[in-house]
């Protein structure tokens, strides 16, 4: 049974990095028609087979590093972030039997959270300015968002009234929760843009301030395993936006279909808005996010107070 768990979740990595080479050709394509042109259209037809063609590109390239990075953590902060960014497919209910988890939402929280060390650890180990700058404005930034994340999350399962995921899917058979908690849905996808490093909170990445932020002095694979690692989790963020405020059974086509539209929204806001100044970043967060959410927060537990004490 173990062996059988094993070989599922290896099938299951192996079509989430094939979303991450699609995903990559899909906003290169998105971002074109944005700006009025075609983006790629020499490899495959249409550009179907770019992806491929860039990875190619990159694990052939000669792996340059600092001769005075700090090569341990330098080597292992790619591998890591990709490590976590796939562990956390492991909560989504898959209704297969794969796995199990009564308190996957922690378990999500838990990789989400020794994500920021990965970066940190990157941009330490690099010994380049811009690369410290680059992973301080991201641990802040990942902290900071990680608030609001936590606390939209608990007002939602105040509602449920449990910490799996799967109850989410039953709950929401006949009501999305977008519906009775739209401010809060709204709230979860700015926090998940914060977290995953996107446009308009890419900080971490600045190109205009940092260079390229922590990842300045990674090439090669180093560089392609941080890319995926930030793809992989922006296709499970809009995942888990679905399975929190969409509703579906991950068996459904529809699924699929709600999570293809908000990987569209990430590339959509990368199209549309202009990078944020740090510090209306952080206040963003503190003063707006947390004081909505925490009022989410006591007015589910009041409204589930209510309930109670009628039933």
Known sequence: MALLSFFMYLVLIIFILL??????????????????????????????????????????KEGAYPSICNYLPYYVSPILSVFFALLSW???????????????????????????????????????????????????????????????LLGVLLLVGGLDLVSLISYQRYMWFIFLCFPLSLIWFASCLAETNRT?????????????????????????????????????????????????????????????????????????????RYDKLMMLSWKSFLPVTLNFGIFFMGLKFFCFCLV
Request: net charge neutral.
């Open 200 to 276: 308009p909170f890419d900080l971490a990445e600045g190109e205009s301030e940092l260079v390229s932020g922590f990842n300045t002095e990674y090439s090669g694979g180093g560089f392609a395993l941080i890319f995926m690692a930030e793809y992989a989790s922006i296709i499970f963020m809009s995942a888990l936006f679905t399975v929190l405020f969409l509703g579906g059974s991950l068996l459904s086509y529809f699924f699929y279909v709600k999570v293809t539209f908000m990987t569209f929204c990430f590339i959509w806001v990368r199209g549309t808005l202009p990078r944020f």
């Open 90 to 152: 492991s909560v989504m209910p898959y209704e297969l039997g794969l796995f199990s988890f009564s308190l996957g939402v922690l378990f999500f929280l838990c990789c989400m959270s020794l994500g920021v060390y990965t970066t940190l650890s990157a941009g330490w180990a690099s010994n380049s300015k811009y690369s410290l700058l680059g992973c301080l404005r991201a641990v802040a930034q990942t902290i900071s968002y990680e608030v609001s994340l936590a606390l939209t």
């Open 19 to 60: 979303s991450v080479a699609f995903l990559t050709l899909f906003e290169r394509k998105v971002l074109g028609y944005m700006q009025l042109r075609q983006g790629p259209v020499k490899v495959g037809y249409k550009g179907l087979f770019q992806p491929f063609s860039d990875v190619v590109k990159l694990f052939l």
